[in-house]
């Protein structure tokens, strides 16, 4: 979708477009609230300062919706679609690599109370499993840091994907 688009549709259908980024009322409607923008950079600036900080029941609430590593969503909403296009990198096929991202979601799950969170796009399946391994190690003070890190970065990341300048920026 073009910015100019996204800066005219009306309110709710604002809000429709960007909760599959992230799923945070507060987030969400602090973008859409301050449009519109004159460029995709100063929207990814609203929408990065609308993410610092998210509180723990904001991150719990936006957890809820995330698959786990490994295992790519069957629905067919966008927020799924995006999460399948992020974990492009996890090869299904390869059976050591998802018994051993299985085996680090279950240990995570069984430590922290939630799935494994991380930007998954861009990162190959054993960087994705080495940064599992590592955070396993943390405390939960630690991971609640870096998984509202890693809630903005995606956020981010599929609202540069979702709106771009257009032809006539």
Known sequence: MELAEFNSVDRDEAIRILT???DITRWVESVVDAR???SVEELL???QQAAEPFTSEEVESAMAHHPRIGERP???TTEAAMSRSEQAGVDPGDSAVTTA???GNRAYEEKFGRVFLIRAAGRSAQEILGTLQERIAHTPEEEDTIVAGQLREIAL???SGLISEGVNA
């Open 157 to 159: 990341l599929r609202l």
């Open 74 to 76: 069957k629905a067919q």
């Open 20 to 22: 599959p980024c992230l």
């Open 36 to 38: 519109p923008f004159s």
């Open 45 to 47: 600036g609203q929408a």
């Open 101 to 103: 991202l299985a085996e």
